[in-house]
């Protein structure tokens, strides 16, 4: 027998008990019932309902049980479930923020000595204050200092195109313009300089 399925939003109470999503099915009856948490984005709805269907077409295990201790037993788990989501996404997040920035660090301390010595004769080009070794180590954004120090080694050779300018110097810049900008083609522009 083919089952009609019902889908009905549910009250905004459900994502506030730390469900996306319900699937109910009633002995007897020749529907189920999905109730999706109420959202806004089109895909999140149909993420929710894909979730429910992938539970009807796996059946699984199914135990009736009174709605009072279904209803009470959803509103204990609620509160350890929103903890666990919200603890898996600020750990991702911390990880991706923490990634990134240990890679600007990396390049930060690899331009350094090369801004240092393009910025040498010009210190007026640079807002950038020299960093000791151990502020590079803990500075809170790296990526801050790293695009600053690579929009003045472009000033520099702009004004200066004189300056020497080695093949893995050039790398070095590229590198840190890719780290810096959004990947395009259309923003990325040679290096200016003569090569060592």
Same mark, same amino acid.
């Given at each position: ?33 999905? /109730? ?12 929710? *309902?894909? /979730? ?11 135990? *009736? ?7 009470? *037993? ?31 660090r990396v390049l930060l301390w690899r331009i350094t000595p090369l801004w240092q010595r393009l910025l040498a004769d010009t210190p007026e080009l640079s807002i950038e204050r020299e960093l000791s070794p151990l502020q590079r180590l803990i500075a ?19 004004? /200066?195109?004189? %300056? ?16 810096? %900008? ?15």
């Open positions: 027998m083919e089952k009609k399925i019902v889908v009905q939003s549910a009250t905004p109470r459900m994502l506030e008990s730390g469900l996306c999503g319900l699937w109910i099915a009633v002995a007897g009856e020749s529907f189920g019932r999905i /109730h999706p948490a109420p959202t806004t984005s089109p895909v999140h709805r149909q993420q929710f *309902l894909n /979730h429910e269907f992938g539970h009807m077409i796996l059946d699984h295990d199914k135990e *009736l049980i009174p709605g009072r201790i279904a209803y009470s *037993l959803s509103l204990l788990l609620s509160p350890i479930s929103l903890v666990i989501g919200l603890g898996l996404t600020a750990t991702v997040d911390g990880l991706t923020s923490s990634g990134r920035n240990f890679r600007d809170r954004v790296p990526g801050a200092h790293l695009y600053r120090r690579r929009v003045e080694i472009r000033d520099s050779l702009l004004l /200066h195109p004189e %300056q020497a300018v080695s093949p893995a110097e050039r790398g070095l810049i590229d590198l840190a313009e890719v780290r810096t %900008q959004a990947p395009s083609p259309a923003n990325h522009t040679p290096v200016v300089g003569t090569p060592r």
